[in-house]
């Protein structure tokens, strides 16, 4: 099959009458490209296809013009007008399928209710269904060949006019969906009329969606059978259900849809996509039903949607549709950070939801190119990080940097684990290993598993592997620490250090933060907690495990949106930060280090004043031989005037009582004069005391 890019003929979207031939759904032309059905069925794409929900509608001055005179459903049962419909954005946009043009009410028109499509208002249904009663109204077996045929024709004609050119998709409204506008007689706010029904009458519910979904079974049935090739079930509001509801009223009957459809067709089954709009929550109950592929809105994370259906179903979208009001190149960053988030196999690109009238057509063409663009020529660039929330955030803020600055690859996050992270018991000052969180992320670096490793820059060993290299720091944030106290101590005026009662049980597993503590509190009582931020709040929120507050690094709870939990901030002269502490360093092969991702990394994400601090502070470290797990600490300034850089060292031993400290100043205009720097102080604070008490460290550790 072709992967190249092309649009129809300019003819292909003007109105004219069907012929004989073209009637009959038989002899259609043999498919060009097939890329959205490869996908559909998890095959190899030579590129993601992609289309756009609502592709033929207001946005496009051809529609409005063609359709000029016509009320809505008078476009949809007019065949030769239909067809003229679905075909206009294929003529603008080399998309890689046509959708029919109709709408979803045509089931309930078919069922015996008359829909009107008001201006400013949307669908209107005169007569609603008000009691149970209204249901011995409804025609509960309509022939869908005589009152939806029309929809069966337009199908047929336009696989013809397709000459093959792209696949034609058929679709449906879902049972509950459909359900819905007919007990409230239109859109709503807050679907509360057709809610209640769930529970005032149940038994009558389910009788209406049985009702729905036969129908729609038998219609969907008919449209493969006029020529669709592809089918999607919308359940536009779906996300107005609880969990519960969806699961009894809404999840049985798209399931039956699936099964129904594919049991009559047998092995002339088309892939079917199901896109439960806003219903994220409910994925696990659709896992298991016969869809090939389920269309996410852009609310949903498609990296939480492909652990649960673990590779047994493709996915589709999920740009929000609000990035086409954007320019250009916000559309084209949006669309590199999108895909980057779905594999080559398996992805239909599309929107969350369908385009909206007053968007430009010029959207739709920067969209489509960059997806083609994206897939076709892009190379992949594999961010390594642990799994942790606050790790995922940072290695989040690196890709969206990258996107920001090269929209034109492919960045995909891989969470690895560390020791650190399996072992979450014994005391940071316990390991071996100065690469408590980095070693394993390190070694899938060297063996190429991925392409860069984002790190906080506090947990990277001062000497990394030399086959590897640093490429980029980030900028710094707020490098104190801060304490967190016990909700039952919120409102007892505890706002520093010195209000802390003296039997207080302090969380921590830093060595740095309780001896700089003990030195200034020698009566507190300190626990070891581990785990990642969240489970460390939650130790802490426990009334078991008996902490009275916990002390953690500013930048991450900051970083993580959650400031509101920090009591106070420790001034930096009370515990000094910890050597990098608030910034993040990216690390990279030392055969990539002169590269275009590498160059990209460092233009993207490298702040040069932070950078240069920071080789000091690393520097100070290599040179003293210590590691984050021994009680090791600094604060540094630089003039960025005058490049004036300022350290203070400082060595603790364990509890606090003994602690040594060096100054050093001078210019650090590049990092190697900081490195210098670093090493100077490292020389001073040894020469002056600090050597007994690092080896009395290293030998009680």
Request: with cysteine; glycine share 8%.
């Amino acid at each position: 099959m072709t992967s190249e890019f092309k649009t129809l003929p300019a003819n292909a979207g003007e109105l004219c009458e069907p012929s004989k031939e073209e009637l009959i759904a038989e002899n259609f032309p043999e498919l060009k490209n097939d890329m959205i059905l490869r996908a559909a069925r998890l095959e190899e794409v030579s590129h993601v296809p992609v289309w756009v929900m609502r592709q033929a509608g207001r946005y496009l001055p051809e529609y409005n013009r063609i359709g000029e005179g016509y009320e809505f459903f008078d476009k949809c049962r007019n065949t030769a007008l239909a067809s003229a419909i679905t075909l206009q954005p294929l003529v603008r946009f080399p998309l890689d399928a046509a959708i029919i043009f109709s709408d979803i009410l045509v089931i309930l028109q078919a069922l015996g209710m008359p829909c009107e499509m008001v201006k400013g208002k949307g669908p209107v249904f005169p007569n609603p269904i008000a009691t149970e009663e209204d249901l011995e109204a409804l025609n509960p077996n309509p022939d869908v060949n005589e009152e939806l045929g029309y929809v069966f024709r337009a199908i047929t004609v336009t696989r013809h006019r397709l000459k093959g050119h792209v696949p034609l998709i058929g679709f449906a409204g879902a049972p509950w969906t459909l359900f819905a506008y007919a007990i409230e007689g239109s859109g709503s706010k807050t679907f509360s009329a057709a809610k209640a029904w769930l529970y005032k009458y149940p038994e009558a519910s389910h009788k209406l969606l049985a009702m729905i979904t036969e129908t729609t079974i038998r219609y969907l049935v008919g449209q493969v059978r006029a020529g669709a090739q592809l089918l999607q079930v919308f359940d536009s509001w779906a996300g107005s259900l609880s969990p519960r509801l969806f699961r009894v009223f809404a999840a049985p009957y798209l399931t039956k849809i699936a099964s129904g459809v594919k049991a009559i067709l047998g092995e002339d089954a088309v892939p079917m996509v199901c896109f439960a709009k806003g219903a994220h929550w409910a994925m696990h109950l659709l896992e298991s039903s016969d869809y090939d592929v389920f269309s996410l809105d852009w609310t949903m994370d498609p990296e939480e949607a492909c652990n649960t259906m673990k590779g047994r179903a493709a996915f589709q979208g999920n740009m929000d549709p609000c990035v086409m009001y954007a320019d250009d190149a916000t559309i084209r960053e949006e669309v590199c950070r999108v895909m980057s988030e779905y594999g080559t196999v398996g992805h239909i690109a599309n929107m969350g939801h369908g385009m909206s009238p007053d968007m430009e057509p010029r959207a739709v063409a920067t969209f489509v190119d960059a997806v083609h663009k994206f897939s076709t020529s892009t190379p992949e660039y594999v961010i390594g990080t642990r799994g942790s929330v606050l790790a995922l955030w940072q290695a989040h803020y690196v890709r969206d940097c990258l996107v920001k600055h090269d929209p034109t690859k492919r960045y995909r996050i891989k969470v690895l684990n560390t020791v650190g992270d399996t072992d979450t018991t014994t005391a940071l000052d316990k390991f071996s290993s100065t690469g408590v969180f980095t070693d394993a992320l390190e070694r899938a670096l060297i063996n190429r598993e991925i392409d860069c490793v984002v790190h906080s820059l506090k947990d990277v060993p001062s000497t990394i592997n030399p086959s590897t290299a640093l490429v980029a720091i980030s900028e710094r944030h707020d490098v104190r620490d801060c304490v967190v106290l016990n909700k039952r101590h919120s409102g007892k005026g505890i706002a520093s250090l010195d209000d802390l009662p003296s039997t207080f049980v302090i969380g921590t597993s830093s060595a740095r933060r309780r001896a700089f503590l003990q030195k200034r509190h020698p009566s507190l009582i300190f626990k070891d907690v581990r785990g990642n931020v969240k489970t460390r709040l939650r130790k802490l929120d426990d009334p078991e495990n008996g902490y009275d507050a916990l002390v953690l690094a500013c930048a991450g709870l900051d970083r993580l949106n959650m400031s509101a939990r920090i009591s106070f901030r420790i001034a930096t002269g009370d515990i000094p930060h910890a050597i990098g502490q608030a910034a993040l360093g990216v690390q990279v092969r030392l055969e990539d280090r002169d590269g275009e991702f590498a160059y990209n990394l460092n233009s993207a994400i490298h702040n040069t004043t932070t950078g240069i601090v920071c080789s000091g502070e690393r520097a100070f470290l290599r040179t003293l031989g210590g590691g984050c797990s021994l009680p090791i600490a600094i604060t540094s300034s630089i003039d960025i005037e005058t490049n004036s850089l300022t350290m203070t060292g400082y060595i603790c031993s364990k509890d606090g009582s003994t602690c040594i400290a060096q100054s050093v100043e001078g210019k650090a205009s590049s990092s190697e004069e900081a490195l210098a720097l670093g090493e100077l102080l490292s020389s001073h604070l040894l020469e002056n005391g600090g050597k007994e008490v690092l080896d009395q460290l290293k030998a009680t550790k």
